[in-house]
């Protein structure tokens, strides 16, 4: 069973940059399309960015210009490099795999603890 961890977070101050990981075990996860979700306090858990399996990305208008998401198969490793970032990004964010006709998590893996972005001066 493929386990996900995310890491990367911190506190940051606006304008500021932060790259987070995605790091799975257990199996590769090389042949999914994954995603990095959000989740601010009180709100829904939201997609921010996905790639495919063959690299190509697409993000939220919210991040778009702002956030790039990456892979490395060979590390089975996921990214997220945050640039300019927002008071407004400030959330828990999570990866997952998904399934690209809904663009919702394929229910193939348990989510992660995720990991903390604050956005704060």
């Known amino acids: 069973q493929v386990q996900l961890v995310e890491s990367g977070g911190g506190l940051v101050q606006p304008g500021g940059s932060l790259r987070l990981s995605c790091a799975a075990s257990g199996s590769s996860i090389s042949a999914n399309a994954m995603g990095w979700y959000r989740q601010a306090t009180g709100k829904e858990r939201d997609l921010v960015a996905h790639i495919t399996s063959a690299g190509g990305t697409n993000y939220a208008d919210s991040v778009k210009g702002r956030f790039t998401i990456s892979r490395d198969n060979a590390k089975n490793t996921v990214y997220l490099q945050m640039d300019n970032l927002k008071p407004e990004d400030t959330a828990v964010y999570y990866c997952?795999?998904?399934?690209?006709?809904?663009?919702?998590?394929?229910?193939?893996?348990?989510w992660g603890k995720g990991t903390l972005v604050t956005v704060s001066s």
């Open positions: 997952n795999a998904i399934i690209l006709l809904t663009l919702r998590p394929n229910g193939k893996y348990s």
